[in-house]
């Protein structure tokens, strides 16, 4: 009958409106979804990828391999001399060494910890990409939806860790309460604000290229990226090297060099020899670990 019809078709079009809204929530669902996804896998892109990490981790090896100094400023200041003349001296020539030697002391602390905490702030940082990654291409639909809240707290935490990578990466001022200069130097005068901080440079390494080995000596060079002056000083360790077999005691000495490249006289033919070069101690060094190493074999 019509009447029959009339609900076979109101029943229909009910069941079509319903499946429509399904579907339209459905495809809200799936760009929602997808806009998230997207957020997560631009973030891992473009500020968290293995490129950039690998150049923070280059950086920091960089580092620790770098001379840490103690930078003072100003470096100069004005003082009485014994005949009440008032004469401009090098703050070093001035300071108290105890003070200065606690001073560096703390720069040394200081310098290990930014180092640790640089390792660790990296290792969080693989870490956390590497999690996110595989969350991210693993987890189903409904789960990172329902997560999101949950993901979007781990974005915004490693952006943070990041932040604090790049600002760990520069030396930093030192904060410390001992007077450098006593008040017994400076006399009446009221006591200068003196600023403490530290700054890098690089550490030499050997061009394997232009170093070589004669009969009886060894010319030596070493690639110097900081460009300072020609009366930059320089270490060399000059050690023969001995194995099981030999009976003989090996030797070593120590040589201090300003030309750069330089010739190392008085070595035995046939013998390997190994070299270590390393910028020259100061008053303001605070931090040096590693020396490049390189061995070479006379005719």
């Not at 500020?47 to 280059?58: A, G, T």
């Not at 460009?227 to 194995?243: A, F």
Request: charged share 25%.
């Amino acid at each position: 009958s019509f009447g029959s019809m009339a609900k076979v078709f109101n029943e229909t079009e009910t069941r079509s409106e319903s499946t429509a809204t399904r579907e339209g929530q459905d495809n809200a669902t799936v760009q929602q979804y997808m806009r998230n996804k997207n957020l997560v896998l631009d973030f891992l892109r473009n500020e968290l990828n293995p490129r950039l990490l690998r150049y923070h981790w280059n950086r920091l090896n960089l580092l620790k391999k770098c001379y840490f100094y103690l930078k003072i400023e100003p470096r100069h200041l004005c003082v009485r001399d014994p005949n009440n003349m008032m004469i401009c001296a090098d703050i070093l020539q001035i300071a108290n060494p105890c003070q200065l030697q606690k001073i560096k002391k703390i720069g040394k602390n200081q310098t290990e910890i930014q180092l640790a905490l640089l390792t660790g702030l990296l290792e969080q940082l693989d870490r956390g990409r590497k999690e996110l990654s595989h969350y991210v291409e693993t987890c189903d639909m409904a789960t990172f939806l329902s997560q999101w809240d949950l993901t979007i707290k781990k974005v915004l935490k490693l952006s943070v860790l990041f932040s604090k990578l790049i600002a760990l990466e520069e030396p930093r001022k030192l904060h410390v309460k001992h007077s450098l200069v006593s008040q017994v130097i400076l006399g009446g005068a009221v006591h200068p604000h003196i600023s403490l901080s530290l700054y890098t440079k690089k550490p030499p390494i050997f061009d394997r290229r232009e170093s070589f080995a004669s009969q009886n000596w060894a010319q030596l060079k070493w690639i110097n990226e900081n460009q300072e002056s020609h009366l930059e000083r320089w270490q060399l360790e000059i050690k023969l090297m001995t194995d099981d077999s030999q009976t003989e005691p090996g030797y070593s000495r120590i040589q201090e060099v300003i030309s750069n490249p330089c010739v190392i006289h008085h070595l035995q033919p046939g013998r390997s020899y190994e070299f270590r070069v390393k910028r020259s101690d100061t008053h303001t060094l605070v931090y040096s670990q590693w020396h490049d190493r390189l061995v070479l074999q006379t005719k």
